[in-house]
């Protein structure tokens, strides 16, 4: 199945250049989402963030757009400028005519693109040609929190780490001075997951729902904040400072295959430093967090800043929010559009206080 899928793709990307495909790099299909081709489709495609946000598409859409195939080369159904398109291959984006339900075809072409739905009725593949491509799992549809099989039950995981130290460091470092976030905007809302079992493990690590940051990264996220406040949001923490032992039980837990989204404690993380938070925004108006193409801690592709998948509207959430934090000293991680570091992170200690410690 993989080789089919493979000279599918191969297919498709030929046919969307001869189809008149907006042809974004000049080179074979790459495997990575980060500095390729796909990257440079979703910094193309991402609206300015200096006007109101796209309309939402049409709900119908929602059940098409995702991505399909191989996951080295996958075919991904997006939403932009109002029309379905389909990007080949990371590099050729083509708009789609819908001439049926379940049937699209290349606005260039009358190739017809038919999604084949399963017996629960959700699109699960797109036939194309002789092409037969399922679609991804890539996480939750429904808003429901992505969750990993553990390797490892908790009480082993929390019993090893904590009995573990964190990597010794030498030279000069800032001296720290955590403070609670909300302490300096009462309009920064807090999710803080690891305090509750709604999280990518399904267990608690926190024992109290807080939100430290050193405090000059605190009072740039404050500014942040009211920048956004001027866009009619606001900004909802999900995690801060990290004790150091709940990044060992994270990675000790995590399958190889997806350690890339968790911190090495052999150097310690970036939330373990107190300069690193993670955020989404929500509507002021109606207090109901906003979908920027993933949810958060999710485990996939499209968690990346510069993953092109998702609708318009999605898009524009992710890039407002990253352009409130860049104005204030932070950067964006390139594995997770939620995940910011504040300026000289590395020169702060690694800390493992725990929350039940720092009243």
Known sequence: MVGRTRTALFTLVILAAACGGELLHAQQTVSSYVDSAHALVARSITPRTDSSPPAEPPQAWMEYIGEYGSPHDPVVLLEHAGSLHVLFGGMALQPLKQIARDTFQLASDTTPLVFVRDRSRRVAAVSVQYAWLERRALGPEDGATF?????????????????????????????????????????????????????????????????????????????????????????????????????????????????????????????????????????????????????????????????????????????????????????????????????????????????????
């Open 147 to 359: 969750r990993i099989k553990p390797l490892k039950p908790a009480d082993e995981l929390r019993r090893i780490a904590l009995a573990a130290s964190p990597p010794v460091e030498s030279g000069e470092f800032l001296t720290t001075d955590l403070v609670e976030v909300r302490s300096l905007d009462p309009t920064i809302h807090y999710d803080i997951r690891y305090a509750t079992d709604n999280n990518f493990m399904g267990d608690v690590f926190y024992s109290e729902p807080h939100a430290f940051m050193q405090r000059a990264a605190a009072e740039a996220l404050a500014r942040a904040a009211n920048r956004l406040r001027a866009q009619g949001y606001g900004l909802m923490v999900h995690d801060a400072y990290r004790p150091w032992y709940v990044t060992k039980m994270f990675l000790d837990a995590t399958p190889d295959s997806l350690r890339e989204f968790v911190a090495d404690p052999a150097n310690g993380s970036r939330h373990n430093r107190g300069a690193a938070v993670d955020l989404s925004m929500y509507d002021l108006k109606t207090g109901k967090t906003v979908v920027a193409v993933s949810g958060y801690d999710e485990f996939s592709p499209r968690a990346y800043p510069e993953y092109a998948g998702g609708t318009s509207r999605q898009r524009w959430y992710r890039a407002a929010l990253r352009a409130a934090m860049e104005a204030e000293g932070f950067a964006v991680y390139r594995n997770e559009w939620w995940h910011f570091d504040y300026g000289e992170w590395r020169r702060y200690r690694i800390g493992n206080q725990r929350f039940e410690d720092m009243r």
